[in-house]
């Protein structure tokens, strides 16, 4: 029987979560070197969630996240040495170094950040999904945000709006169980975050986000639903996270034995043995390739960063604000010399119109008469 995946799919998504758990691994190391300061949150037991999500959209969909925002922009293809770089807080970063762990950003990949305010990235993607009904796009927004997000006002503030003027907006809740320290279940009355859509008559539903497959299929039906003017989806990824929530937590707050029960549920080692049996004639050998591969890429980006120069103090003092008509500083041209030919561009706004009723009186008032507000 034929597999329902073709070969290049499968190893690209093997590539890239082994990519993302080396790079993160290195990340954690480079940490207790001293190489990275500040806060530091990897992103190992996740990586399903990102991969998969990233193969089932277009590569000039919008893409937000919060803190732990390292996989996301490299599985949207960032590279690696600039990402560690950034890490680093060196000047070959995609920011400089100016923005550091926990704000990523790389537009040439539309990724558009990294957020330290819990749930601050939400309504800004709303605002992106607002921008693409405005210019009468067929993308669609991505924004990932952890568990604990779900109890901010803005989610609730967002997600009224969102489902009101039917924005094509995927949220992507990565519920790894616990905020900082705390299990979700502890702080919420509704701890299955999914079931909070239907308050707001929104697509609602829940992933299993330690399966990269599951995950691609989810958002790929959740891109169509979007792109088709049906409105927004929360979409509830169950993954776990196998380190602490930030290098600086020692994850006392749960067992040994609930880690290793959990590990067995690892991503990557899962998608290599459903590869094997799809009748590609794919071996051991193939993966350990790939994984040479990704190991030798990690060195060299590690090795990038720590050779990289310390930005200067005038940076300080730079891009703090554009001036009208100042070109983008595109980071690959500046770091690497490469000619980036795929800049994102957008039209002024000026010559476009809503074109939808953003305030329906009809709908309004056919909603007062069902609800019996009017007699």
């Not at 709303?126 to 991505?142: C, I, K, L, Q």
């Not at 290098?247 to 880690?259: C, L």
């Not at 041209?333 to 000619?339: A, F, S």
Request: aromatic fraction near 10%; glycine fraction near 10%; charge should be negative.
């Amino acid at each position: 029987m034929a597999s329902a995946y073709s070969k290049n799919l499968l190893l690209t998504m093997y590539r890239k979560m082994y990519l993302l758990r080396r790079f993160e691994e290195r990340a954690g190391q480079q940490y207790t070197l001293g190489k990275i300061a500040g806060f530091c949150h990897l992103y190992i037991g996740q990586e399903a969630v990102a991969v998969g999500c990233n193969e089932a959209i277009r590569p000039d969909d919008y893409m937000l996240s919060a803190y732990r925002d390292h996989g996301q922009p490299l599985a949207r293809g960032s590279d690696a040495g600039m990402v560690m770089a950034e890490l680093f807080g060196r000047g070959s970063g995609y920011s400089k170094g100016k923005g550091g762990s926990m704000h990523i950003f790389d537009i040439e990949h539309h990724f558009y950040g990294g957020y330290g305010i819990v749930g601050g990235q939400i309504p800004l993607a709303a605002g992106m999904a607002f921008a693409s009904r405005y210019r009468n796009e067929d993308r669609v927004t991505v924004c990932f945000f952890g568990d604990a997000a779900a109890n901010q006002g803005s989610f609730h503030e967002t997600f009224n709006m969102a489902q009101k003027w039917k924005l094509p907006v995927i949220y992507i809740c990565e519920n790894n169980r616990y905020g900082m320290g705390t299990a979700i279940a502890r702080t919420s009355a509704v701890p299955e975050i999914h079931k909070r859509a239907s308050a707001y008559g929104m697509r609602g539903e829940a992933v299993d986000g330690m399966d990269v497959l599951k995950m691609y299929e989810a958002v790929k039906d959740a891109a169509e639903y979007c792109r088709a003017g049906k409105g927004p989806v929360l979409m509830e990824a169950n993954t776990y996270r196998f380190r602490g929530h930030s290098m600086a937590d020692p994850a006392n707050y749960r067992t040994k034995q609930e880690v290793e029960e959990e590990r067995k549920g690892d991503p990557i080692p899962k998608l290599r043995e459903f590869a094997m049996k799809q009748g590609f004639n794919l071996t051991d050998a193939d993966f350990e390739a790939i994984e040479e591969e990704e190991k030798r890429a990690v060195d060299a980006a590690v090795k990038f960063a720590d050779e990289s120069p310390e930005p200067s103090v005038d940076e300080l003092w730079r891009d703090t604000i554009v001036e009208e008509g100042e070109q983008d500083v595109r980071p690959r041209e500046r770091v690497l010399g490469m000619k980036v030919t795929n800049w994102p561009k957008y039209p002024t706004g000026q010559e476009l119109k809503v074109t939808w009723d953003l305030e329906p009186r009809a709908e309004a008032e056919q909603a007062d008469k069902k609800a019996g507000l009017i007699r």
